[in-house]
């Protein structure tokens, strides 16, 4: 059975830093690109950022560019999502997800299996 359990959410201020985890198990993780994604209240689930499984090449939407970092450890099972320069509007649920032997993609749909989510507040 497949899992990707999120971790590193809470609550900061403008400004800080926050990194999030996500760990898998039950699939061969080098085998799946993943991929960051985020849900504010009332709004769609938007891509954050990808790193493919073939070469580990990274993808970042415009409004986290310079400011979040994503990156994976295949020893570990694990991809993380360094965020910096956080602001107000970064503020959602962080869900990761993966997509077996696929490049990075902004659709939601495309990918197999996600996290159930992780929250991140940041204060003004």
């Known amino acids: 059975q497949v899992q990707l359990v999120e971790s590193g959410g809470g609550l900061v201020q403008a400004g800080d830093s926050l990194r999030l985890s996500c760990t898998a198990s039950?699939?061969?993780?080098?085998?799946?690109?993943m991929a960051w994604f985020r849900q504010a209240p009332g709004k769609e689930r938007e891509f954050v950022a990808a790193?493919?499984?073939?070469?580990?090449?990274?993808y970042y939407t415009d409004f986290v560019k310079g400011r979040f970092t994503i990156s994976r450890d295949n020893a570990k099972d694990t991809v993380y999502l360094q965020m910096n320069r956080l602001k107000p509007e970064d503020t959602a649920v962080y869900y990761c997800?993966?997509?077996?032997?696929?490049?990075?993609?902004?659709?939601?749909?495309?990918?197999?299996?996600w996290g159930q989510g992780t929250q991140v507040t940041v204060s003004s």
């Open positions: 790193v493919t499984w073939t070469d580990g090449r990274t």
């Open positions: 039950g699939l061969t993780f080098s085998s799946y690109s």
């Open positions: 997800a993966c997509r077996y032997r696929g490049l990075y993609h902004y659709n939601p749909a495309e990918y197999d299996y």
